[in-house]
């Protein structure tokens, strides 16, 4: 049964592969998505017990605006230049793929 499912991952498991090499590391690592995680759990926390679910929403919804704010602005993560070689869309110029 084991065999059967890494073969069947097999494409999901490598398809950072198909980006350039430069980006594999980036997109392997799942550290800011378990950083972003941990930043939640501690925040909301400190709240303890929400009132209503879009209470939840909206603490969550600021969490996550701040920090793609944050990866937008002061980390780049990629670069830019590295990135347009990835865009299908080779026309778009860097300005407008730094604020997608």
Known sequence: KLAELMVRAEDDV??????????WRQIHST???????KEIKRRTNVV??????PAIKRLVGALML??????A????????????????DNTMDLAKIAAL
């Not at 550290?31 to 995680?37: C, T, V, Y």
């Not at 303890?48 to 679910?53: A, K, Q, W």
């Not at 602005?73 to 299908?88: D, H, K, N, P, S």
């Open 48 to 53: 303890g017990i929400f009132p209503n679910e």
């Open 14 to 23: 490598l398809a950072y592969k198909t980006f350039p090499q430069a980006h």
């Open 66 to 71: 701040e920090q793609n704010d944050e990866w």
């Open 73 to 88: 602005v002061t980390r780049r993560y990629m670069t830019l230049e590295t990135v347009a070689t990835v865009c299908e």
């Open 31 to 37: 550290n800011p998505l378990e950083r972003l995680n």
